[in-house]
């Protein structure tokens, strides 16, 4: 009897763990079931709806799928599956935007601020107009900024510094001018910089030449003058380096033999004199070579048959 009273009371206590363990899972679940951003974030998502009309964008799936709450929008804790917003694994804060050439036009609202945990914006390839935001200076996670192939005008700020994750900055073909922050060789985790068919004047500042984690370089297409320095050996990933078509003086220095990893090589239509470096041989890599509409001298050097891959 005794025996029998043991295991009856052993398995009410599984029998209670086992319900206490069912009531945890269910909690979770329930959280998990009811996860949603901020208010704020919301805010801020809709004000680029509204900003950007999206009324007209190619594509607004999700956005204004039934039923809708008060704002006219899907309900909350549906905007992780609006079209181009993408949240983190809990779903309950936005990490990335994706519209690109989506058909916005408008303003970026200030209203962005609010997405404090943004890590990737990307808006290019759309109709976008006015200055980008100041706000946008303080976004600190972010890494990928992608906003080129707008109508953004303005200029960079020193205020970018603060931007000290950024990995891709890409707002070529837009309509900024001014000069180019030397505090953007402060951010050390620069890979792209994509600055091309702007307005933009002024000498390239010395400090983006010991942004050693640098691939891609594109200042084409703007006003830039000065010289290339020596320091633009110290790009030793680089495998992209575009400055055509500016107003660049002087030569192309010899350090330029140190870039082993170059692909592409555009320095077309800048006033360009002295000889070909004979270093441009020494890139098994490199398949674009343009040096044209330039006043360069002197013979083309023999190390070019040496390039196997030039196109």
Same mark, same amino acid.
């Given at each position: 009897? /005794?025996?029998?009273?043991?295991? #009856?009371?052993?398995?009410?206590?599984?029998?209670?763990?086992?319900?206490?363990?069912?009531?945890?899972?269910?909690?979770?679940?329930?959280?998990?079931?009811?996860?949603? &951003?901020?208010?704020?974030?919301?805010?801020?998502?809709?004000?680029?709806?509204?900003?950007? @009309?999206?009324?007209?964008?190619?594509?607004?799936?999700?956005w204004k799928t039934p039923p809708l709450a008060g704002d006219g929008f899907s309900e909350p804790g549906t905007e992780c599956d609006w079209y181009g917003i993408g949240c983190d694994d809990l779903e309950n804060t936005v990490t990335? %935007?994706?519209?690109?050439?989506?058909?916005?036009?408008?303003?970026?609202?200030?209203?962005? !601020?609010?997405?404090?945990?943004?890590?990737?914006?990307?808006?290019?390839?759309?109709?976008?107009?006015?200055?980008?935001?100041?706000?946008?200076?303080?976004?600190?996670?972010?890494?990928? /900024?992608?906003?080129?192939?707008?109508?953004?005008?303005?200029? &960079?700020?020193?205020?970018?510094?603060?931007?000290?994750?950024?990995? !891709?900055?890409?707002?070529?073909?837009?309509?900024?001018?001014?000069?180019?922050?030397?505090?953007?060789?402060?951010?050390?985790n620069l890979t792209n910089i994509s600055l091309n068919s702007n307005q933009l004047t002024g000498s390239i500042p010395p400090e983006i030449w010991s942004l050693t984690n640098l691939i891609n370089l594109v200042f084409s297409g703007?006003?830039?003058?000065?010289?290339? $320095?020596?320091?633009?050996?110290?790009?030793?990933?680089?495998?992209?380096?575009?400055?055509?078509?500016?107003?660049?003086?002087?030569?192309?220095?010899?350090?330029?033999?140190?870039?082993?990893?170059? #692909?592409?090589?555009?320095?077309?239509?800048?006033?360009?004199?002295?000889? %070909?470096?004979?270093? %441009?041989?020494?890139?098994?890599?490199?398949? @674009?070579?343009? /040096?044209?509409?330039?006043? /360069?001298?002197?013979?083309? $050097?023999?190390?070019?048959?040496?390039?196997?891959?030039?196109?």
């Amino acid at each position: 009897m /005794l025996g029998n009273r043991k295991i #009856k009371m052993a398995n009410k206590k599984h029998i209670k763990l086992f319900a206490l363990l069912l009531l945890i899972l269910f909690a979770c679940f329930a959280v998990t079931a009811n996860a949603s &951003i901020s208010s704020s974030e919301r805010a801020a998502l809709i004000a680029i709806y509204n900003n950007t @009309d999206g009324f007209f964008w190619y594509n607004d799936s999700g956005w204004k799928t039934p039923p809708l709450a008060g704002d006219g929008f899907s309900e909350p804790g549906t905007e992780c599956d609006w079209y181009g917003i993408g949240c983190d694994d809990l779903e309950n804060t936005v990490t990335y %935007i994706n519209l690109w050439s989506n058909g916005l036009s408008g303003n970026i609202p200030p209203e962005i !601020n609010n997405l404090t945990n943004l890590t990737t914006l990307r808006m290019y390839s759309n109709q976008l107009t006015g200055s980008i935001p100041s706000v946008i200076w303080n976004m600190t996670s972010l890494e990928f /900024l992608e906003i080129g192939s707008n109508q953004l005008t303005g200029s &960079i700020p020193t205020e970018i510094e603060n931007l000290v994750n950024l990995r !891709n900055f890409s707002i070529n073909n837009n309509q900024l001018t001014g000069s180019i922050p030397s505090e953007l060789g402060d951010l050390n985790n620069l890979t792209n910089i994509s600055l091309n068919s702007n307005q933009l004047t002024g000498s390239i500042p010395p400090e983006i030449w010991s942004l050693t984690n640098l691939i891609n370089l594109v200042f084409s297409g703007n006003q830039l003058t000065g010289s290339i $320095p020596p320091a633009v050996g110290n790009l030793t990933n680089m495998e992209l380096l575009n400055l055509g078509y500016n107003q660049l003086t002087g030569s192309i220095p010899e350090e330029i033999e140190n870039l082993t990893n170059l #692909k592409r090589l555009l320095l077309s239509g800048n006033q360009l004199t002295g000889s %070909i470096p004979h270093g %441009i041989g020494n890139k098994p890599e490199l398949w @674009d070579l343009s /040096l044209s509409f330039n006043q /360069l001298t002197g013979n083309i $050097p023999a190390e070019i048959g040496s390039l196997t891959k030039l196109e």
